[in-house]
């Protein structure tokens, strides 16, 4: 856990894409009226462009960009918006209003496949801050760090080499299973902080943390890879 003394929250306002709460210089193209920041139609019902102040959180209702978001939620928001922007429901609009609600719909895809996974979510909230990422990601993790990946990659090589073999030993299940759930530990705990440098607003720190978030999940690629072909052998491993 990171000391609170060293913490520094999100000031209100966390990035320049965020966007002001009514009025923001948007004008229906169809009325000439002030439309709502926060409002995909104005008032007089034409469905209007994207609000160029929106980031994928404001997409989705979310008043600022944060690791801790109910994906339950978000989802349920997806497929009302896509209801509302669905062809069917708009074809007896205009062409230029049926390209614009093409338009939402596909940028409401794009936000929810972004926020919906928790590593591409911070990706996006650390470009957003215009935070730079390492040239390598090697560089902003230590040598300690590598050789406990470097040993886990090892015992993973290890044990596909015997799942790939025509008879696979007694051990197998149990030692990818125990390695599995070391794997899951050791990305959750470093998700863990990276929540937290990107609360704290640590953004060097969160690109450390990020990167050995994303070599543990490279690992735990590698592994749930292997369950097809141990399926096909009649050996069943668990790697939830």
């Known amino acids: 856990m990171i000391p609170q003394d060293t913490c520094i929250h999100y000031p209100r306002g966390f990035s320049s894409t965020s966007p002001p709460k009514h009025d923001c210089g948007r004008i229906c193209w169809n009325c000439s009226r002030p439309v709502d920041c926060q409002n995909f139609f104005c008032l007089c019902g034409k469905v209007q462009k994207l609000n160029p102040h929106w980031n994928f959180f404001t997409i989705f209702g979310l008043s600022e960009p944060k690791m801790d978001i109910d994906t339950q939620e978000l989802a349920r928001k997806k497929r009302s918006l896509q209801k509302t922007f669905h062809p069917d429901r708009l074809m007896r609009l205009v062409k230029d209003e049926q390209v ?3 338009d939402l719909s596909a940028k409401v895809n794009e936000a ?8 591409s979510r911070a990706e996006y909230i650390l470009s957003l801050q ?3 990422a390492p040239e390598k990601e090697a560089d902003s993790v230590d040598k300690e760090f590598l050789l406990e990946i470097m040993e886990l990659s090892e015992k993973l090589e290890e044990l596909t080499l015997i799942a790939k073999s025509d ?3 007694g051990n197998l299940v149990k030692d990818l299973e125990s390695l599995c759930a070391h794997i899951i530990q050791r990305r959750t705990e470093e998700m863990n902080l990276l929540m937290e440098y990107i609360k704290c607003s ?4 969160a690109h450390a943390r990020l990167s050995r978030v994303r070599y543990f999940e490279r690992l735990y690629g590698r592994l749930c890879s292997l369950v097809p072909e141990l399926s096909s052998k009649g050996v069943k491993v668990s790697v939830d």
């Open 130 to 132: 215009g935070s730079p």
């Open 202 to 205: 640590r953004w060097e720190s």
């Open 167 to 169: 008879a696979p030993n």
């Open 112 to 119: 929810y496949k972004i926020l919906v996974d928790p590593i």
């Open 100 to 102: 614009i609600a093409a």
